[in-house]
């Protein structure tokens, strides 16, 4: 079953704002990740987080980790055009056997 | 190679046909994962190698599904008795699987099989 769920689904903003994306899990982690996916295909990596993190930047990303709430944010700070996409977080649990589990996504449209 | 290639990129297929889909790791990974996307949905784990053995097969969603890796690289799923309802992408990503299980390295996704059951 799926573990992380996603919130918003989807999320219009203008260009130069910022968007912020938030992801929830359910069991104990050893890391959280974050996917972007372009036109429904295959996904690419942006970054990762380990459980004793609490803030990771990169770029204009910038994600944080709150065990205690089990939760997760993804803030694209300045966005652009360049930006849409579908946004996914993918945790890894032990509990879960390692593998990778995704949630539902967040659409981002940037509107120039 | 230089990514993950998955082919056949698109495949359709009429209901009750065996389909097999093949993905290509990079070279040197030794953790390989499947994954099922419907539209507009997220990613629905199926299996991941860790060099040719499968400790997690609990995401095949039925007996029909089943998957193999050989010498380490080439994966193919193959869906045998194809219903509409297998009708998805289907995601093939490796990671260099020096964790657990390959568990704290990122993905490396291919570009996906579109699968259309009839």
Redesign the interface.
Known sequence: S?Q?EEDPQALSIQEGENATMNCSYKTSI??L?W?RQNS??????LI?IRSNEREKHSGRLRVTLDTSKKSSSLLITASRAADTASY?C?S?S?NQ?????????TELSVKP | GAG?SQSPSNKVTEKGKDVELRCDPISGHTAL?W?R?S?G?????LI?FQGNSA??K??LPSDRFSAERTGGSVSTLTIQRTQQEDSA?Y?C?SSSGTG?????E???????TQLSVL
């Open positions: 799926q992380g050893n890391n990740q996917y429904g295909r295959g996904l690419v990596h990762l996914f993918a890894l032990y056997g390692g593998k990778l589990i995704f949630g539902q996504g | 993950v994962y994954y996307q539209l949905q997220g990613l629905e784990f991941y400790p997690d609990s995401g992408v995601l990503a657990l299980w390959g568990a704290n990122k993905l490396f996704f291919g570009s996906g």
